[in-house]
């Protein structure tokens, strides 16, 4: 893991390059490009693309290289403040009021409502983390939360700060690194947009999925992994429902050498195909025929 003072030796761009990939992620100047400015320049970072091509992941590297706290909020449909960002301890507020009872003392709101029963969700964490090395906070899949959380966030984003109307605004002392995905089910407003650095994240190349795969999987066999990398390169060619992704890719050499198969062969391919394929649609596409023309496409029996 790189250290604090590593985040402050991340002096270029190449620098970063050569920490993510000694964390296994290899990114190519672009991606790495934005990761830089967006810690550089204390900007959000939001990463769209295709479900499986590494977006999550650049998250979860980030906080390795810079020995930082990953704090994860997962998106989905009707998520509220209650989840993402606070809500008040009830039972804890119940109890003090009895006591106040009990002692015939006089109760103020201010008793009530104070740091002491305020539970902190992922958002509040982030903001309220004291430490010099902040944490990396990853909302993840923002598409698939509700426009009205997208505008909550505005504030967040634009000054780092959360407004409690009970207590009032909470700034952050220091910052924290934000990266935000999207799938893009659904487009995110511009509002959110125009708060951070954008990139998209593609399907890779043959030889760059390749690579992945030789740095993620260091125990396929060398053939295999080929293989397999040109297969699926050959599947997302086709209209399928879902395409596979790089973690589709790597389950499926994973899979495949777990089976200590040393090629691929058209049984494995239908032995294996829940591996890489996640709907009945796309696997019953995949016909024999497919099989043996992306067969002769990338150059097998």
Known sequence: METRAGQDSLGSIDALQGALLRQSYIADRGLATSIYLAIKLKRPLFLEGEAGVGKTEVAKVLAQILGAELIRLQCYEGLDVNQAVYEWNYSRQMLHIRLMEARGEKMADEDLFGPAYLLRR?????????RANPPVLLIDEIDRSDEEFEAYLLELLSDYQITIPEIGTLRAEHPPVVVITSNRTREIHDGLKRRCLY????????DKELEIVRTRAPGAPEELSRQVTAFVQELRRMELFKSPGVAETLDWVQALTAMDQQKITRETIRDTLGVI???QDDIEKLSERS???IFARIGLD
């Open 122 to 130: 992922p958002l509040l964490q982030a903001i309220s983390n004291t």
């Open 199 to 206: 990139q998209w994240i593609d399907y890779p190349s043959f």
């Open 277 to 279: 394929l996640k709907y």
């Open 291 to 293: 099989i043996d023309n």
